[in-house]
C-alpha cells in the first residue's frame, strides 16, 4: 500500500490539508504501508521554496514523516513536480501519437468568450472542441511556424465513468458533460489532472485520499488512467473542514493554518487527535458494556485504528471549544520541563523572562502547577502567572472591585498588619500559613476577611491561584540572581510594605 500527500507551495499549511494529510498517514501506517511527500509546484507564479519549506516543517511538527520526499530521495523521485516536466512531455507526445491528445490553437480570447457565452446560457463551461480534428501534421506545421499550442485530451463521447468511493460508494459521470481538458499549457508547463495522474501512476501510488473537492476531476483522470495504459488508485474523498456556522473554515473563524495553532501554543498531539476525530470515530470497546468512544488517543494507536471505510461523508465541524479541551488535557499529561521550553517565548514575549537560561526554564516549569490545569493554550501560561513578575498597587487600587473589597470589615487592618507579620522569606507553605497566623492574633479576622486581602496585598488581585503556590513562587523568583535571565521579582515582604503604603 503507498499512498502520498501532494501540497501546492503556495501558502502556509491548512487545518483541512493537514487533516488530509494525516488521514493518509494513519492508513499508511496502519497497514505497514509507504506514505510519500510530493511538492506540487508548477504554478510557478504562486509556488515557493519558503512555502514549501514552511509545510515540511508543519509535517514535522505534527509528527506526521514520510518514507520518500523531496527532503530524503527515494526511488521514485525526483519529488517536486517542477523536477519532473520530462516525464509530462514524454507522456503528451505518447498520448498524441496514440490520438488521444491533440494541440489546440484556439486564442485565449476566443475560449474566454465562448465560455461566458455558456455561462449567460446557464451551461456549465465546456471547450467546443475547435481544434479536435485538426490533422497532426497540419498542426505540426504550425508548431514549426512558431504557434505556441495547448495539448488537450480527447474525451471520449458519451460515456459512462464510474469509480467506487472508498467514503462515498460508487459515483459516476457521463462524458457528455466533460469537456476536452488541457494537458500541457502553451509554455510547456502540466495542467493538474495531467501531472497528478502520471505523478500517482510512476510512483505506484495505489491509494488516494483527498477532499471532496476532487471529484469533479476524478472522472478526467480514470480516462487518462486508461489511454495511458496505467491501472488507476483507489479513491477516498473527504468531506470538506467546516466551520460553526457550517461553511468552509476559513480566516473569519480564527486560525486556519497549523501555523497559527502553533503560534497560538496548540501541541501538536492535541491538534493531530482532533483533527484524527473530524469525520472519523475510533469506536469503543464494545456496545454491551456501555464503554464510551475512546477519543484522547496518541498517533500510533490511532494509526492501528484507522479504517477509510469508517470515515462519513458527512462534513466535519471545527469545534474550538473540543480542541481546547483536549489541548489542556495535553498539556497536564506532558513533562514540566517540555511545557516550560515550549512556553517560554510566550514569557520572553511578556518580558518576564529576559533570555533563555537553565534557571528560567527551572522557574518556569516550577510555575506550571499553577497555570496548566486553568489555560487552553501554551500562550495563555504567562498571563496566568503575571502577577508573580508584575506588581503596581497604584494600578490595583484603581481597579473598582478591589475598591470596593477594601470596604468590607477588617480588610484594611489585615493589609496594615501584614508587613510586620512577614517577618522573614515565605519560601514554603508552613511559612506562608506561619505569617497568615500572626495577621489573625493582631486582627482577629479569619477565612475569607483574612485571606482575600493578604492575596489583594501580595498579588495585587482578589483572585488568581491558591496562596500556597502563589506565595511561594514570588519568593523563589524574588531570590533569583539577576544573571538567570529572569525580569526583577519584588519579594513578599516589599510587597506588603508596598501596598499598605497605598492604602495608606
Given at each position: 500500500m503507498r499512498l502520498r500527500f501532494a501540497p501546492s507551495p503556495s501558502g502556509q499549511l491548512h487545518v483541512g490539508n493537514a487533516r488530509t494529510a494525516l488521514f493518509n498517514w494513519l492508513l499508511a501506517h496502519g497497514q505497514d504501508g509507504t506514505f510519500v511527500l510530493r511538492i506540487e509546484d508548477t504554478d510557478t507564479e504562486r509556488s515557493s521554496r519558503e512555502s514549501e519549506s514552511s509545510i515540511l516543517d508543519d509535517l514535522r511538527w505534527l509528527g506526521l514523516?514520510?518514507?520518500?520526499?523531496?527532503d530524503i530521495g527515494g526511488q521514485h523521485g525526483p519529488y517536486r513536480q517542477s523536477e519532473?516536466?520530462?516525464?509530462?512531455?514524454?507522456?503528451?507526445?505518447?498520448?498524441?501519437?496514440?490520438?488521444?491528445?491533440?494541440?489546440?490553437?484556439?486564442p485565449p480570447a476566443k475560449l474566454e468568450s465562448e465560455r461566458k457565452e455558456d455561462l449567460a446560457a446557464g451551461r456549465p463551461p465546456k471547450y467546443r472542441g475547435t481544434c479536435r480534428g485538426l490533422p497532426l501534421i497540419v498542426a505540426r506545421g504550425r508548431l514549426e511556424a512558431g504557434e505556441r499550442p495547448v495539448v488537450r485530451f480527447k474525451v471520449p463521447e458519451a460515456v459512462e465513468v464510474t469509480f467506487n468511493d472508498l467514503v462515498r460508494g460508487e459515483v459516476t459521470f457521463n462524458t457528455g458533460v466533460i469537456g476536452d481538458p488541457v494537458l500541457v499549457r502553451s509554455d510547456g508547463r502540466p495542467a493538474y489532472n495531467f501531472a497528478v495522474v502520471v505523478d500517482d501512476a510512476v510512483m505506484e501510488i495505489t491509494h488516494v485520499i483527498r477532499g471532496e473537492d476532487h471529484i469533479s476531476?476524478?472522472?478526467?483522470?480514470?480516462?487518462?488512467?486508461?489511454?495511458l495504459g496505467f491501472t488507476p488508485p483507489e479513491f477516498a474523498h473527504l468531506a470538506l473542514v467546516m466551520g460553526p456556522d457550517h461553511t468552509p473554515l476559513s480566516k473569519r473563524h480564527g486560525a486556519t493554518s497549523v501555523a497559527e495553532f502553533r503560534l497560538r501554543g496548540y501541541l501538536p498531539e492535541a491538534l493531530v487527535n482532533y483533527l484524527a476525530l473530524l469525520g472519523w470515530s475510533p469506536g469503543s470497546g464494545s456496545e454491551e458494556s456501555g464503554t464510551p468512544v475512546d477519543e484522547l488517543l496518541p498517533i500510533d494507536e490511532l494509526a492501528r485504528r484507522f479504517a477509510i471505510g469508517d470515515v462519513g461523508h458527512s462534513a466535519g465541524i471545527f469545534d474550538p471549544d473540543k480542541l481546547a479541551w483536549m489541548n489542556r488535557h495535553y498539556m497536564k499529561v506532558a513533562a514540566p520541563g517540555r511545557i516550560s521550553v515550549e512556553s517560554l517565548r510566550y514569557f520572553i514575549a511578556r518580558g518576564f523572562i529576559r533570555r533563555r537560561t537553565d534557571e528560567a526554564l527551572e522557574f518556569v516549569a516550577s510555575l506550571l502547577p499553577m497555570a496548566v490545569g486553568s489555560v487552553d493554550r501554551l500562550e495563555e501560561i504567562p498571563e496566568r502567572v503575571a502577577f508573580i513578575f508584575e506588581f503596581d498597587p497604584a494600578a490595583s487600587l484603581r481597579q473598582a472591585h478591589v475598591a470596593r473589597l477594601l470596604e468590607e470589615p477588617g480588610a484594611r487592618e489585615v493589609i496594615k498588619a501584614l508587613p510586620d507579620a512577614v517577618d522573614g522569606t515565605l519560601a514554603d507553605r508552613e511559612a506562608f500559613r506561619a505569617a497568615a497566623a500572626?495577621?489573625?492574633?493582631?486582627?482577629?479576622?479569619?477565612?475569607?476577611a483574612l485571606f482575600h486581602p493578604i492575596r489583594l496585598a501580595l498579588t495585587g488581585s482578589d483572585g488568581g491561584p491558591e496562596l500556597d503556590l502563589a506565595v511561594p513562587a514570588i519568593e523563589r523568583g524574588a531570590a533569583l540572581p539577576p544573571q538567570a535571565g529572569v525580569a526583577r521579582i519584588v519579594g513578599c515582604r516589599q510587597r506588603a510594605e508596598m501596598f499598605a503604603r497605598a492604602i495608606s
Amino acid at each position: 500500500m503507498r499512498l502520498r500527500f501532494a501540497p501546492s507551495p503556495s501558502g502556509q499549511l491548512h487545518v483541512g490539508n493537514a487533516r488530509t494529510a494525516l488521514f493518509n498517514w494513519l492508513l499508511a501506517h496502519g497497514q505497514d504501508g509507504t506514505f510519500v511527500l510530493r511538492i506540487e509546484d508548477t504554478d510557478t507564479e504562486r509556488s515557493s521554496r519558503e512555502s514549501e519549506s514552511s509545510i515540511l516543517d508543519d509535517l514535522r511538527w505534527l509528527g506526521l514523516d514520510w518514507d520518500e520526499g523531496p527532503d530524503i530521495g527515494g526511488q521514485h523521485g525526483p519529488y517536486r513536480q517542477s523536477e519532473r516536466l520530462h516525464l509530462y512531455a514524454s507522456y503528451a507526445n505518447e498520448l498524441i501519437g496514440a490520438g488521444h491528445a491533440y494541440y489546440c490553437f484556439c486564442p485565449p480570447a476566443k475560449l474566454e468568450s465562448e465560455r461566458k457565452e455558456d455561462l449567460a446560457a446557464g451551461r456549465p463551461p465546456k471547450y467546443r472542441g475547435t481544434c479536435r480534428g485538426l490533422p497532426l501534421i497540419v498542426a505540426r506545421g504550425r508548431l514549426e511556424a512558431g504557434e505556441r499550442p495547448v495539448v488537450r485530451f480527447k474525451v471520449p463521447e458519451a460515456v459512462e465513468v464510474t469509480f467506487n468511493d472508498l467514503v462515498r460508494g460508487e459515483v459516476t459521470f457521463n462524458t457528455g458533460v466533460i469537456g476536452d481538458p488541457v494537458l500541457v499549457r502553451s509554455d510547456g508547463r502540466p495542467a493538474y489532472n495531467f501531472a497528478v495522474v502520471v505523478d500517482d501512476a510512476v510512483m505506484e501510488i495505489t491509494h488516494v485520499i483527498r477532499g471532496e473537492d476532487h471529484i469533479s476531476n476524478t472522472p478526467r483522470q480514470l480516462l487518462l488512467y486508461r489511454a495511458l495504459g496505467f491501472t488507476p488508485p483507489e479513491f477516498a474523498h473527504l468531506a470538506l473542514v467546516m466551520g460553526p456556522d457550517h461553511t468552509p473554515l476559513s480566516k473569519r473563524h480564527g486560525a486556519t493554518s497549523v501555523a497559527e495553532f502553533r503560534l497560538r501554543g496548540y501541541l501538536p498531539e492535541a491538534l493531530v487527535n482532533y483533527l484524527a476525530l473530524l469525520g472519523w470515530s475510533p469506536g469503543s470497546g464494545s456496545e454491551e458494556s456501555g464503554t464510551p468512544v475512546d477519543e484522547l488517543l496518541p498517533i500510533d494507536e490511532l494509526a492501528r485504528r484507522f479504517a477509510i471505510g469508517d470515515v462519513g461523508h458527512s462534513a466535519g465541524i471545527f469545534d474550538p471549544d473540543k480542541l481546547a479541551w483536549m489541548n489542556r488535557h495535553y498539556m497536564k499529561v506532558a513533562a514540566p520541563g517540555r511545557i516550560s521550553v515550549e512556553s517560554l517565548r510566550y514569557f520572553i514575549a511578556r518580558g518576564f523572562i529576559r533570555r533563555r537560561t537553565d534557571e528560567a526554564l527551572e522557574f518556569v516549569a516550577s510555575l506550571l502547577p499553577m497555570a496548566v490545569g486553568s489555560v487552553d493554550r501554551l500562550e495563555e501560561i504567562p498571563e496566568r502567572v503575571a502577577f508573580i513578575f508584575e506588581f503596581d498597587p497604584a494600578a490595583s487600587l484603581r481597579q473598582a472591585h478591589v475598591a470596593r473589597l477594601l470596604e468590607e470589615p477588617g480588610a484594611r487592618e489585615v493589609i496594615k498588619a501584614l508587613p510586620d507579620a512577614v517577618d522573614g522569606t515565605l519560601a514554603d507553605r508552613e511559612a506562608f500559613r506561619a505569617a497568615a497566623a500572626r495577621v489573625r492574633e493582631r486582627t482577629g479576622c479569619k477565612g475569607k476577611a483574612l485571606f482575600h486581602p493578604i492575596r489583594l496585598a501580595l498579588t495585587g488581585s482578589d483572585g488568581g491561584p491558591e496562596l500556597d503556590l502563589a506565595v511561594p513562587a514570588i519568593e523563589r523568583g524574588a531570590a533569583l540572581p539577576p544573571q538567570a535571565g529572569v525580569a526583577r521579582i519584588v519579594g513578599c515582604r516589599q510587597r506588603a510594605e508596598m501596598f499598605a503604603r497605598a492604602i495608606s
